[in-house]
């Protein structure tokens, strides 16, 4: 599977943004679709799943993005949707889209990894 993320750039401080994650080729199923983060120097941290039910599953680190981050997803397309309003100088990261992939009927769901897209929060 390839996952292909787009939307992230330069947001002012109390600024919105929304990221996508596409996932394109040969597969049987995807279970949950997500985002992580990684901001300089620090380790990659959970921002938001959702599985193929529907449930959701926020982060909760002491400056997570829980309640100004909405995470979406669009089953029929693939895409999974991240929408951060007022963002924070600490929402400066990369933002990677993950997956958990199954590729054969009776195979175990793999995790993958898009590119990261650098999200950059202006004070």
């Known amino acids: 599977v390839q996952l292909q993320a787009s939307g992230g750039g330069l947001v002012e401080v109390g600024g919105s943004l929304r990221l996508s994650c596409a996932a394109s080729?040969?597969?049987?199923?995807?279970?949950?679709m997500g985002w992580y983060r990684q901001a300089p120097g620090k380790g990659r941290e959970l921002v938001a799943h959702?599985?193929?039910?529907?449930?959701?599953?926020?982060?909760d680190s002491p400056n997570s993005a829980k309640g100004r981050f909405t995470i979406s997803r669009d089953y029929a397309k693939n895409i999974v949707y991240l929408q951060g309003n007022n963002l924070k100088p600490w929402d400066t990261a990369v933002y990677y889209c993950?997956?958990?992939?199954?590729?054969?009927?009776?195979?175990?769901?793999?995790?993958?990894w898009g590119q990261g897209t650098l999200v950059t929060v202006s004070s």
């Open positions: 993950n997956a958990y992939v199954k590729y054969t009927d009776r195979g175990h769901y793999v995790r993958e």
């Open positions: 080729g040969n597969f049987v199923e995807i279970n949950s």
């Open positions: 959702i599985d193929k039910d529907g449930e959701l599953n926020y982060g």
